[in-house]
Protein backbone atom coordinates (compact mmCIF):
# COMPACT_ATOMS: atom_id res chain seq x y z
CA UNK A 1 0.00 0.00 0.00
CA UNK A 2 2.54 2.53 1.02
CA UNK A 3 6.07 1.62 1.99
CA UNK A 4 9.55 3.56 2.10
CA UNK A 5 12.54 2.33 1.74
CA UNK A 6 15.75 4.11 2.72
CA UNK A 7 14.11 7.49 1.54
CA UNK A 8 16.41 10.07 1.55
CA UNK A 9 14.74 13.89 0.55
CA UNK A 10 16.36 17.20 -0.31
CA UNK A 11 14.94 20.09 -1.27
CA UNK A 12 16.69 22.91 -3.98
CA UNK A 13 18.99 25.63 -1.81
CA UNK A 14 16.92 24.19 1.35
CA UNK A 15 13.79 25.86 -0.05
CA UNK A 16 11.82 24.73 -2.65
CA UNK A 17 12.55 27.46 -4.62
CA UNK A 18 16.22 28.76 -4.40
CA UNK A 19 19.48 27.35 -6.03
CA UNK A 20 21.65 23.47 -5.05
CA UNK A 21 20.60 21.61 -3.07
CA UNK A 22 19.99 21.99 0.53
CA UNK A 23 20.52 19.33 3.23
CA UNK A 24 18.72 15.99 3.46
CA UNK A 25 14.85 16.99 4.99
CA UNK A 26 14.17 12.96 5.50
CA UNK A 27 16.87 10.29 6.21
CA UNK A 28 16.95 6.87 5.75
CA UNK A 29 13.00 6.72 6.66
CA UNK A 30 11.86 3.21 5.91
CA UNK A 31 8.21 2.04 7.31
CA UNK A 32 5.45 0.28 5.48
CA UNK A 33 1.62 0.58 6.29
CA UNK A 34 -0.61 -2.15 5.22
CA UNK A 35 -3.67 -1.43 3.20
CA UNK A 36 -6.91 -0.25 5.67
CA UNK A 37 -4.40 1.25 8.44
CA UNK A 38 -5.24 4.18 10.09
CA UNK A 39 -1.45 5.81 11.05
CA UNK A 40 -0.95 9.21 13.05
CA UNK A 41 2.50 10.81 11.58
CA UNK A 42 3.89 12.97 14.52
CA UNK A 43 6.62 15.16 15.62
CA UNK A 44 7.42 18.26 16.11
CA UNK A 45 7.51 21.68 13.10
CA UNK A 46 10.04 20.91 10.77
CA UNK A 47 10.60 17.06 11.87
CA UNK A 48 9.58 16.39 7.91
CA UNK A 49 6.12 15.17 8.12
CA UNK A 50 4.87 17.18 5.53
CA UNK A 51 7.60 15.69 3.67
CA UNK A 52 6.60 12.59 4.37
CA UNK A 53 2.86 13.62 3.05
CA UNK A 54 3.57 15.00 0.23
CA UNK A 55 5.40 12.38 -0.93
CA UNK A 56 3.00 9.61 -0.07
CA UNK A 57 0.77 11.89 -2.45
CA UNK A 58 3.18 11.93 -5.19
CA UNK A 59 3.61 15.80 -4.69
CA UNK A 60 7.27 14.93 -4.53
CA UNK A 61 9.95 12.13 -5.82
CA UNK A 62 12.72 10.80 -3.30
CA UNK A 63 15.95 11.98 -3.61
CA UNK A 64 17.30 8.12 -2.93
CA UNK A 65 15.62 5.25 -1.83
CA UNK A 66 12.32 3.88 -3.10
CA UNK A 67 8.62 5.37 -2.01
CA UNK A 68 6.16 2.50 -3.52
CA UNK A 69 1.98 3.92 -3.47
CA UNK A 70 -0.79 2.06 -4.58
CA UNK A 71 1.86 -0.30 -6.32
CA UNK A 72 3.47 2.44 -7.83
CA UNK A 73 7.75 2.93 -7.39
CA UNK A 74 7.58 6.72 -7.51
CA UNK A 75 11.45 7.43 -7.60
CA UNK A 76 11.54 6.12 -11.12
CA UNK A 77 8.20 5.48 -12.99
CA UNK A 78 7.36 7.95 -15.94
CA UNK A 79 5.84 11.36 -15.39
CA UNK A 80 2.83 10.25 -16.99
CA UNK A 81 2.44 7.60 -14.80
CA UNK A 82 1.86 9.44 -11.35
CA UNK A 83 -1.55 11.21 -12.68
CA UNK A 84 -3.81 7.96 -12.67
CA UNK A 85 -2.34 6.84 -8.90
CA UNK A 86 -2.97 10.74 -7.62
CA UNK A 87 -6.40 10.30 -8.93
CA UNK A 88 -6.70 7.29 -6.48
CA UNK A 89 -5.29 9.07 -3.32
CA UNK A 90 -7.46 11.65 -1.51
CA UNK A 91 -5.56 14.99 -0.01
CA UNK A 92 -7.13 17.15 2.83
CA UNK A 93 -4.64 19.74 3.54
CA UNK A 94 -4.34 22.23 6.06
CA UNK A 95 -4.90 25.55 3.88
CA UNK A 96 -7.82 23.77 2.53
CA UNK A 97 -6.60 24.71 -1.62
CA UNK A 98 -9.87 24.65 -2.55
CA UNK A 99 -10.47 26.99 -5.67
CA UNK A 100 -12.30 30.24 -4.77
CA UNK A 101 -13.98 30.94 -8.11
CA UNK A 102 -15.67 27.78 -7.93
CA UNK A 103 -18.78 26.93 -5.74
CA UNK A 104 -18.81 24.15 -3.21
CA UNK A 105 -20.31 21.60 -5.31
CA UNK A 106 -17.79 21.88 -8.41
CA UNK A 107 -15.02 21.99 -5.67
CA UNK A 108 -16.16 18.66 -4.87
CA UNK A 109 -17.03 17.58 -8.11
CA UNK A 110 -13.50 18.32 -9.14
CA UNK A 111 -11.84 14.36 -9.21
CA UNK A 112 -15.31 13.04 -10.66
CA UNK A 113 -14.74 15.32 -13.80
CA UNK A 114 -11.32 14.62 -14.01
CA UNK A 115 -12.22 10.66 -13.97
CA UNK A 116 -14.44 11.64 -16.76
CA UNK A 117 -17.61 10.91 -14.68
CA UNK A 118 -20.77 11.80 -16.97
CA UNK A 119 -22.26 14.83 -15.47
CA UNK A 120 -25.48 13.33 -14.53
CA UNK A 121 -23.60 10.43 -12.83
CA UNK A 122 -21.65 12.34 -10.48
CA UNK A 123 -24.69 14.75 -9.43
CA UNK A 124 -25.78 12.73 -7.05
CA UNK A 125 -22.66 11.50 -5.82
CA UNK A 126 -21.42 14.81 -4.79
CA UNK A 127 -24.58 15.93 -3.36
CA UNK A 128 -24.55 12.64 -1.04
CA UNK A 129 -20.95 13.44 0.19
CA UNK A 130 -21.87 17.27 0.75
CA UNK A 131 -24.81 15.83 2.65
CA UNK A 132 -22.19 13.38 4.30
CA UNK A 133 -20.53 16.36 5.69
CA UNK A 134 -23.34 18.68 6.54
CA UNK A 135 -22.86 20.28 4.13
CA UNK A 136 -26.28 19.81 1.57
CA UNK A 137 -27.46 23.58 2.00
CA UNK A 138 -24.21 24.91 0.87
CA UNK A 139 -23.45 23.20 -2.42
CA UNK A 140 -23.62 26.83 -4.48
CA UNK A 141 -21.92 28.80 -1.75
CA UNK A 142 -18.29 29.50 -2.94
CA UNK A 143 -15.43 29.03 -0.49
CA UNK A 144 -14.63 32.73 0.74
CA UNK A 145 -18.76 32.87 2.20
CA UNK A 146 -18.12 29.49 4.29
CA UNK A 147 -16.69 29.49 7.61
CA UNK A 148 -13.10 28.01 7.95
CA UNK A 149 -14.69 24.45 9.35
CA UNK A 150 -17.23 24.59 6.34
CA UNK A 151 -14.24 25.18 3.73
CA UNK A 152 -12.24 22.24 5.75
CA UNK A 153 -15.34 20.15 5.32
CA UNK A 154 -15.68 20.84 1.61
CA UNK A 155 -12.07 19.56 1.21
CA UNK A 156 -12.38 16.61 3.12
CA UNK A 157 -15.52 15.89 0.47
CA UNK A 158 -13.30 16.43 -2.12
CA UNK A 159 -10.40 14.40 -0.72
CA UNK A 160 -12.71 11.36 -0.68
CA UNK A 161 -15.63 12.02 -2.93
CA UNK A 162 -13.91 9.59 -5.30
CA UNK A 163 -13.27 6.40 -2.69
CA UNK A 164 -9.41 6.94 -2.43
CA UNK A 165 -7.61 3.97 -1.27
CA UNK A 166 -5.10 6.21 0.30
CA UNK A 167 -6.17 9.19 2.36
CA UNK A 168 -3.78 12.09 3.46
CA UNK A 169 -4.28 14.80 5.74
CA UNK A 170 -1.58 17.08 6.61
CA UNK A 171 -2.68 18.85 10.07
CA UNK A 172 -6.13 18.88 9.07
CA UNK A 173 -7.28 20.21 12.18
CA UNK A 174 -4.99 23.18 12.26
CA UNK A 175 -7.43 25.42 11.07
CA UNK A 176 -10.11 24.04 13.37
CA UNK A 177 -12.07 24.12 17.32
CA UNK A 178 -11.86 21.25 19.00
CA UNK A 179 -15.13 20.03 18.25
CA UNK A 180 -14.66 20.56 14.35
CA UNK A 181 -11.32 19.06 15.23
CA UNK A 182 -13.24 15.80 16.60
CA UNK A 183 -15.91 15.58 14.28
CA UNK A 184 -13.26 15.78 11.34
CA UNK A 185 -11.71 12.80 12.81
CA UNK A 186 -14.50 10.79 12.56
CA UNK A 187 -15.36 11.35 9.35
CA UNK A 188 -11.38 10.38 8.31
CA UNK A 189 -11.67 7.35 10.44
CA UNK A 190 -15.26 6.57 9.16
CA UNK A 191 -12.89 6.81 5.96
CA UNK A 192 -11.10 3.85 7.00
CA UNK A 193 -13.36 2.03 8.52
CA UNK A 194 -14.98 1.69 4.76
CA UNK A 195 -11.45 0.24 3.69
CA UNK A 196 -9.45 3.70 3.31
CA UNK A 197 -5.78 3.69 4.50
CA UNK A 198 -5.65 6.74 6.21
CA UNK A 199 -2.37 8.84 7.38
CA UNK A 200 -2.62 12.07 9.20
CA UNK A 201 -0.28 14.18 9.90
CA UNK A 202 -0.57 16.46 13.18
CA UNK A 203 0.82 18.01 16.22
CA UNK A 204 -2.19 18.16 17.95
CA UNK A 205 -1.88 15.14 21.27
CA UNK A 206 -4.98 15.84 22.42
CA UNK A 207 -6.44 14.40 19.28
CA UNK A 208 -4.30 11.75 19.41
CA UNK A 209 -4.78 10.81 22.75
CA UNK A 210 -8.76 10.35 21.77
CA UNK A 211 -8.40 8.77 18.56
CA UNK A 212 -5.18 6.18 19.63
CA UNK A 213 -3.77 4.42 16.55
CA UNK A 214 0.09 3.31 15.18
CA UNK A 215 1.73 6.35 15.12
CA UNK A 216 4.87 7.11 12.98
CA UNK A 217 7.00 9.88 14.87
CA UNK A 218 9.69 11.91 12.93
CA UNK A 219 12.59 13.82 14.49
CA UNK A 220 14.47 15.62 12.49
CA UNK A 221 13.66 14.19 9.41
CA UNK A 222 14.45 10.69 10.57
CA UNK A 223 11.84 8.17 11.87
CA UNK A 224 12.01 7.98 15.44
CA UNK A 225 11.87 4.32 16.47
CA UNK A 226 13.33 3.89 19.68
CA UNK A 227 12.01 0.17 19.87
CA UNK A 228 12.29 -0.48 16.24
CA UNK A 229 8.40 -1.69 16.35
CA UNK A 230 7.21 0.55 13.64
CA UNK A 231 9.60 -0.29 10.72
CA UNK A 232 8.80 -2.53 7.60
CA UNK A 233 7.39 -5.74 9.37
CA UNK A 234 6.18 -4.56 12.17
CA UNK A 235 2.39 -5.23 12.95
CA UNK A 236 0.24 -1.96 12.10
CA UNK A 237 -2.54 -3.89 11.04
CA UNK A 238 -4.18 -3.84 14.77
CA UNK A 239 -6.92 -1.02 14.78
CA UNK A 240 -6.47 0.68 17.68
CA UNK A 241 -9.51 2.33 17.83
CA UNK A 242 -11.53 -0.95 18.86
CA UNK A 243 -9.83 -1.49 22.19
CA UNK A 244 -10.19 1.94 23.35
CA UNK A 245 -13.73 2.51 22.87
CA UNK A 246 -14.31 4.21 26.18
CA UNK A 247 -17.54 6.34 26.79
CA UNK A 248 -16.10 9.96 27.01
CA UNK A 249 -15.45 9.51 23.41
CA UNK A 250 -18.88 8.01 22.50
CA UNK A 251 -20.17 10.80 23.97
CA UNK A 252 -18.09 13.16 21.57
CA UNK A 253 -19.36 11.63 18.90
CA UNK A 254 -22.65 10.66 19.47
CA UNK A 255 -23.99 14.35 18.81
CA UNK A 256 -22.36 14.66 15.59
CA UNK A 257 -24.58 15.06 12.15
CA UNK A 258 -24.63 12.95 9.78
CA UNK A 259 -24.13 9.46 11.76
CA UNK A 260 -20.87 8.14 10.50
CA UNK A 261 -22.02 4.85 9.53
CA UNK A 262 -23.98 6.30 6.59
CA UNK A 263 -21.83 4.54 3.77
CA UNK A 264 -21.09 8.42 1.36
CA UNK A 265 -22.17 6.79 -1.77
CA UNK A 266 -24.24 3.98 -2.00
CA UNK A 267 -23.29 3.01 -6.05
CA UNK A 268 -23.35 -1.04 -6.02
CA UNK A 269 -20.13 -0.70 -7.72
CA UNK A 270 -18.78 1.01 -4.70
CA UNK A 271 -18.70 -2.06 -2.37
CA UNK A 272 -16.74 -3.56 -4.96
CA UNK A 273 -13.56 -0.43 -3.83
CA UNK A 274 -14.02 -1.80 -0.14
CA UNK A 275 -12.95 -4.92 -0.64
CA UNK A 276 -9.35 -6.25 0.49
CA UNK A 277 -7.89 -5.46 -2.92
CA UNK A 278 -7.56 -1.93 -2.08
CA UNK A 279 -3.24 -2.20 -1.45
CA UNK B 1 -26.58 29.23 -13.63
CA UNK B 2 -23.03 30.41 -12.58
CA UNK B 3 -22.17 26.75 -11.86
CA UNK B 4 -22.99 25.39 -14.88
CA UNK B 5 -20.79 28.12 -16.09
CA UNK B 6 -18.17 27.06 -13.76
CA UNK B 7 -17.95 23.51 -13.76
CA UNK B 8 -16.52 23.44 -17.77
CA UNK B 9 -13.98 26.12 -16.47
CA UNK B 10 -12.44 24.45 -13.57
CA UNK B 11 -9.52 26.75 -13.98
CA UNK B 12 -10.89 30.14 -14.30
CA UNK B 13 -9.40 30.72 -17.42
CA UNK B 14 -12.28 32.85 -18.90
CA UNK B 15 -11.15 35.75 -15.95
CA UNK B 16 -7.32 34.62 -15.91
CA UNK B 17 -7.18 34.86 -20.17
CA UNK B 18 -9.29 37.69 -20.63
CA UNK B 19 -9.86 41.19 -21.81
CA UNK B 20 -9.21 42.42 -24.81
CA UNK B 21 -5.04 42.47 -25.67
CA UNK B 22 -4.57 39.23 -26.88
CA UNK B 23 -7.30 39.65 -29.32
CA UNK B 24 -6.93 42.81 -30.35
CA UNK B 25 -2.91 41.77 -30.85
CA UNK B 26 -3.61 38.86 -33.22
CA UNK B 27 -6.45 41.46 -35.02
CA UNK B 28 -3.82 43.74 -35.68
CA UNK B 29 -1.29 40.97 -36.76
CA UNK B 30 -4.31 39.08 -38.86
CA UNK B 31 -4.28 42.63 -40.48
CA UNK B 32 -1.11 42.68 -41.66
CA UNK B 33 -0.90 39.07 -42.55
CA UNK B 34 -4.13 39.89 -44.67
CA UNK B 35 -1.90 42.95 -46.12
CA UNK B 36 0.50 40.67 -46.70
CA UNK B 37 -1.32 37.95 -48.70
CA UNK B 38 -2.94 40.83 -50.93
CA UNK B 39 0.34 42.08 -51.59
CA UNK B 40 1.67 38.65 -52.38
CA UNK B 41 -1.55 38.09 -54.41
CA UNK B 42 -1.26 40.88 -56.18
CA UNK B 43 2.31 40.88 -56.85
CA UNK B 44 1.90 37.64 -58.76
CA UNK B 45 -0.85 38.84 -60.57
CA UNK B 46 1.50 41.56 -61.96
CA UNK B 47 4.93 39.43 -62.64
CA UNK B 48 2.38 36.87 -64.07
CA UNK B 49 1.30 39.71 -65.84
CA UNK B 50 4.76 41.41 -67.34
CA UNK B 51 6.43 38.04 -67.44
CA UNK B 52 3.82 37.37 -70.24
CA UNK B 53 4.49 40.62 -71.76
CA UNK B 54 8.05 40.28 -71.91
CA UNK B 55 7.69 37.04 -73.86
CA UNK B 56 9.65 38.88 -76.71
CA UNK B 57 11.72 41.42 -75.02
CA UNK B 58 13.09 42.43 -78.11
CA UNK B 59 11.33 43.10 -81.57
CA UNK B 60 12.54 43.94 -84.99
CA UNK B 61 10.81 45.77 -87.37
CA UNK B 62 11.52 45.34 -91.20
CA UNK B 63 10.00 47.73 -93.51
CA UNK B 64 9.10 47.23 -97.00
CA UNK B 65 9.60 43.87 -95.82
CA UNK B 66 10.24 41.17 -98.69
CA UNK B 67 11.09 37.35 -98.07
CA UNK B 68 15.05 38.06 -98.68
CA UNK B 69 14.85 41.26 -96.55
CA UNK B 70 13.69 39.07 -93.55
CA UNK B 71 16.06 36.50 -94.27
CA UNK B 72 18.96 38.14 -94.41
CA UNK B 73 17.73 40.19 -91.02
CA UNK B 74 17.11 36.44 -89.26
CA UNK B 75 20.71 35.53 -90.62
CA UNK B 76 22.19 38.67 -89.11
CA UNK B 77 20.73 38.68 -85.69
CA UNK B 78 21.38 34.78 -85.56
CA UNK B 79 25.23 35.54 -85.93
CA UNK B 80 25.20 37.78 -83.17
CA UNK B 81 26.58 36.28 -79.45
CA UNK B 82 24.11 38.12 -77.63
CA UNK B 83 20.91 36.62 -79.43
CA UNK B 84 19.85 33.25 -77.53
CA UNK B 85 16.85 33.23 -80.84
CA UNK B 86 15.44 34.94 -83.37
CA UNK B 87 12.12 34.18 -85.18
CA UNK B 88 10.21 36.17 -87.82
CA UNK B 89 6.92 36.56 -87.10
CA UNK B 90 4.31 34.20 -89.56
CA UNK B 91 2.79 36.93 -91.67
CA UNK B 92 -0.64 35.88 -91.10
CA UNK B 93 -0.39 35.98 -87.53
CA UNK B 94 0.84 39.42 -87.95
CA UNK B 95 -2.12 40.24 -89.93
CA UNK B 96 -4.94 38.72 -87.46
CA UNK B 97 -3.21 40.73 -84.77
CA UNK B 98 -3.67 43.95 -87.08
CA UNK B 99 -7.08 43.13 -88.24
CA UNK B 100 -8.89 45.15 -85.76
CA UNK B 101 -6.95 48.16 -86.47
CA UNK B 102 -6.91 48.20 -90.34
CA UNK B 103 -9.48 45.69 -91.31
CA UNK B 104 -9.04 42.80 -94.21
CA UNK B 105 -7.21 45.23 -96.26
CA UNK B 106 -4.34 43.62 -98.13
CA UNK B 107 -3.53 45.64 -99.73
CA UNK B 108 -1.78 47.93 -96.75
CA UNK B 109 1.93 47.11 -96.56
CA UNK B 110 2.81 45.25 -93.45
CA UNK B 111 6.47 45.79 -92.11
CA UNK B 112 8.10 42.23 -91.24
CA UNK B 113 8.07 41.90 -87.19
CA UNK B 114 11.08 39.55 -85.70
CA UNK B 115 10.51 38.50 -82.03
CA UNK B 116 14.17 37.98 -79.93
CA UNK B 117 15.39 36.44 -77.19
CA UNK B 118 18.52 37.68 -75.49
CA UNK B 119 21.05 35.73 -73.63
CA UNK B 120 21.05 38.38 -70.85
CA UNK B 121 18.12 41.34 -70.64
CA UNK B 122 20.77 43.64 -69.30
CA UNK B 123 22.41 43.97 -72.98
CA UNK B 124 21.66 47.62 -74.89
CA UNK B 125 19.41 46.60 -78.12
CA UNK B 126 20.48 49.60 -79.17
CA UNK B 127 23.53 48.38 -80.38
CA UNK B 128 22.22 45.23 -81.45
CA UNK B 129 19.46 47.86 -83.55
CA UNK B 130 23.05 49.60 -85.13
CA UNK B 131 24.73 46.56 -86.53
CA UNK B 132 21.61 44.96 -87.81
CA UNK B 133 20.86 48.64 -89.68
CA UNK B 134 24.01 47.91 -91.46
CA UNK B 135 22.50 44.56 -93.11
CA UNK B 136 19.29 45.76 -93.61
CA UNK B 137 18.62 49.31 -94.24
CA UNK B 138 15.53 50.46 -92.35
CA UNK B 139 15.28 47.89 -89.25
CA UNK B 140 14.44 49.34 -86.34
CA UNK B 141 15.12 47.56 -82.55
CA UNK B 142 12.12 48.30 -79.86
CA UNK B 143 12.92 46.90 -76.71
CA UNK B 144 10.01 47.50 -74.40
CA UNK B 145 10.12 44.97 -73.22
CA UNK B 146 13.32 44.61 -71.50
CA UNK B 147 11.80 47.08 -69.44
CA UNK B 148 8.90 44.38 -68.60
CA UNK B 149 11.04 42.02 -67.95
CA UNK B 150 12.87 44.34 -65.29
CA UNK B 151 9.59 45.13 -63.65
CA UNK B 152 8.43 41.37 -63.31
CA UNK B 153 11.71 40.43 -61.50
CA UNK B 154 11.23 43.15 -58.89
CA UNK B 155 7.21 42.33 -58.72
CA UNK B 156 8.97 38.72 -58.21
CA UNK B 157 11.14 39.77 -55.34
CA UNK B 158 7.86 41.84 -53.63
CA UNK B 159 5.96 38.56 -53.99
CA UNK B 160 8.65 36.87 -52.05
CA UNK B 161 9.07 39.97 -49.33
CA UNK B 162 5.26 39.50 -48.68
CA UNK B 163 5.49 36.02 -47.76
CA UNK B 164 8.53 36.35 -45.44
CA UNK B 165 6.40 39.09 -43.93
CA UNK B 166 3.65 36.48 -43.60
CA UNK B 167 5.72 33.91 -41.68
CA UNK B 168 7.08 36.83 -39.48
CA UNK B 169 3.53 38.03 -38.57
CA UNK B 170 2.73 33.85 -38.04
CA UNK B 171 5.76 33.81 -35.59
CA UNK B 172 5.03 37.07 -33.89
CA UNK B 173 2.12 36.19 -33.36
CA UNK B 174 3.10 32.67 -31.33
CA UNK B 175 5.66 34.88 -29.25
CA UNK B 176 2.23 37.20 -28.47
CA UNK B 177 0.51 34.23 -27.14
CA UNK B 178 3.35 32.75 -25.31
CA UNK B 179 3.42 35.94 -23.01
CA UNK B 180 -0.33 35.61 -22.66
CA UNK B 181 -0.33 32.20 -21.96
CA UNK B 182 2.89 32.54 -19.03
CA UNK B 183 0.63 35.14 -17.40
CA UNK B 184 -2.44 33.20 -17.49
CA UNK B 185 -0.33 30.41 -15.84
CA UNK B 186 0.99 32.64 -13.27
CA UNK B 187 -2.57 33.99 -12.78
CA UNK B 188 -3.64 29.92 -11.86
CA UNK B 189 -0.43 28.67 -10.85
CA UNK B 190 -2.50 27.77 -7.52
CA UNK B 191 -5.38 25.98 -9.25
CA UNK B 192 -3.31 24.11 -11.58
CA UNK B 193 -1.04 22.45 -8.92
CA UNK B 194 -4.75 21.96 -7.42
CA UNK B 195 -5.85 19.79 -10.29
CA UNK B 196 -2.65 18.64 -10.84
CA UNK B 197 -2.44 17.45 -7.23
CA UNK B 198 -5.93 15.81 -7.98
CA UNK B 199 -4.41 13.54 -10.56
CA UNK B 200 -5.32 15.68 -13.51
CA UNK B 201 -3.45 14.91 -16.78
CA UNK B 202 -0.62 17.43 -18.44
CA UNK B 203 -2.81 16.91 -21.35
CA UNK B 204 -5.90 17.71 -19.49
CA UNK B 205 -4.53 20.90 -18.50
CA UNK B 206 -2.29 22.05 -21.60
CA UNK B 207 -5.86 21.40 -23.57
CA UNK B 208 -8.14 24.25 -21.65
CA UNK B 209 -5.58 26.31 -21.97
CA UNK B 210 -4.90 26.06 -25.66
CA UNK B 211 -8.86 25.75 -26.04
CA UNK B 212 -9.57 29.45 -24.55
CA UNK B 213 -5.89 30.61 -26.37
CA UNK B 214 -6.95 29.43 -29.67
CA UNK B 215 -10.73 31.04 -29.07
CA UNK B 216 -9.40 34.11 -28.50
CA UNK B 217 -6.63 34.26 -31.01
CA UNK B 218 -9.71 33.14 -34.12
CA UNK B 219 -11.94 36.05 -32.58
CA UNK B 220 -9.02 38.45 -33.00
CA UNK B 221 -8.44 37.13 -36.27
CA UNK B 222 -12.10 37.06 -37.48
CA UNK B 223 -11.93 41.34 -36.42
CA UNK B 224 -8.55 41.21 -37.85
CA UNK B 225 -9.63 40.34 -41.10
CA UNK B 226 -12.87 41.74 -41.53
CA UNK B 227 -11.08 44.76 -41.08
CA UNK B 228 -8.61 44.38 -43.85
CA UNK B 229 -11.10 43.68 -46.39
CA UNK B 230 -12.43 47.00 -47.09
CA UNK B 231 -8.66 48.63 -47.18
CA UNK B 232 -7.68 45.16 -49.56
CA UNK B 233 -10.88 45.94 -52.01
CA UNK B 234 -9.86 49.78 -52.02
CA UNK B 235 -6.37 48.98 -52.89
CA UNK B 236 -7.44 46.18 -55.73
CA UNK B 237 -9.55 48.89 -57.57
CA UNK B 238 -6.88 51.24 -57.32
CA UNK B 239 -4.49 48.47 -58.79
CA UNK B 240 -7.44 46.94 -61.58
CA UNK B 241 -5.73 49.49 -64.28
CA UNK B 242 -2.54 47.06 -64.03
CA UNK B 243 -4.03 43.93 -63.22
CA UNK B 244 -6.98 43.32 -65.80
CA UNK B 245 -7.42 44.64 -69.20
CA UNK B 246 -10.71 43.71 -69.18
CA UNK B 247 -11.64 46.48 -66.18
CA UNK B 248 -14.51 44.64 -65.46
CA UNK B 249 -12.97 42.66 -62.41
CA UNK B 250 -15.10 43.09 -59.72
CA UNK B 251 -12.67 44.41 -56.58
CA UNK B 252 -14.32 42.00 -54.03
CA UNK B 253 -13.67 39.25 -56.80
CA UNK B 254 -10.21 40.28 -56.66
CA UNK B 255 -9.42 39.77 -53.37
CA UNK B 256 -7.40 36.67 -52.09
CA UNK B 257 -10.58 35.08 -50.57
CA UNK B 258 -9.21 31.47 -49.66
CA UNK B 259 -6.23 33.58 -47.74
CA UNK B 260 -8.17 35.48 -45.79
CA UNK B 261 -10.49 32.75 -44.84
CA UNK B 262 -7.80 30.34 -43.88
CA UNK B 263 -6.63 33.41 -41.23
CA UNK B 264 -8.59 32.50 -38.61
CA UNK B 265 -8.29 29.09 -38.32
CA UNK B 266 -4.39 29.57 -38.89
CA UNK B 267 -4.59 31.77 -35.75
CA UNK B 268 -6.28 29.19 -33.88
CA UNK B 269 -4.01 26.60 -34.86
CA UNK B 270 -1.08 29.25 -33.59
CA UNK B 271 -2.52 30.11 -30.56
CA UNK B 272 -3.71 26.49 -29.66
CA UNK B 273 -0.05 25.07 -30.51
CA UNK B 274 1.68 27.64 -28.98
CA UNK B 275 -0.40 27.31 -25.78
CA UNK B 276 0.25 23.63 -25.35
CA UNK B 277 3.89 23.77 -25.63
CA UNK B 278 3.76 26.54 -23.10
CA UNK B 279 1.98 24.80 -20.56
CA UNK B 280 3.18 21.67 -21.06
CA UNK B 281 6.78 22.73 -20.81
CA UNK B 282 5.66 24.65 -17.69
CA UNK B 283 4.01 21.73 -16.21
CA UNK B 284 7.26 19.71 -16.41
CA UNK B 285 8.59 21.95 -12.92
CA UNK B 286 5.77 19.77 -11.39
CA UNK B 287 6.92 16.17 -10.51
Known sequence: ?279 | MARRRHSRDPLGLRRALSGLLLPGLVAAMALLAALALAGAQGAAALAERWQRGAAAAVTVQIPDADAARVQRALVTLRAMPEVADAQAMDPQRLAALLRPWLGAAPSIPVPGVIELRLRDSRVDPVLIGDRLAQAVPGALVEAHGLWVQRLAALARSLQALALVVLVLVGLVAAAVVAVATRAGLAARRDAIEVLHGLGARDGDIAGRFARRVGLLAAGGAVVGTAAAVPALALLIDLAGPWLGSAGAMDSLTGLPWPGLVALPPVAFLVGWATAQATVRRWLHRLP
Open chain 1, 1 to 279: MVRFEAVGLRYPGGGPHTGSWGPEALVDVTFALPPGSFTWLLGPSGAGKSSVLRLMHLALRPTRGEVEVLGLRSSRAPRAALAPVRRRIGVVFQDFRLLPYLSAFDNVALPLRLAGRPEASLRADVNEILKWVGLDGKAASLPPELSGGEQQRVAIARAVVHRPALLVADEPTGNLDNRQARRLLALLREMNRMGATVVVATHDEDLVARFPAPALVLRDGRLHDPDGARGIGADLTVDRFAPHPDAAEADDLAPEPPPPTAPPRRDPDLGDRRSPDLG
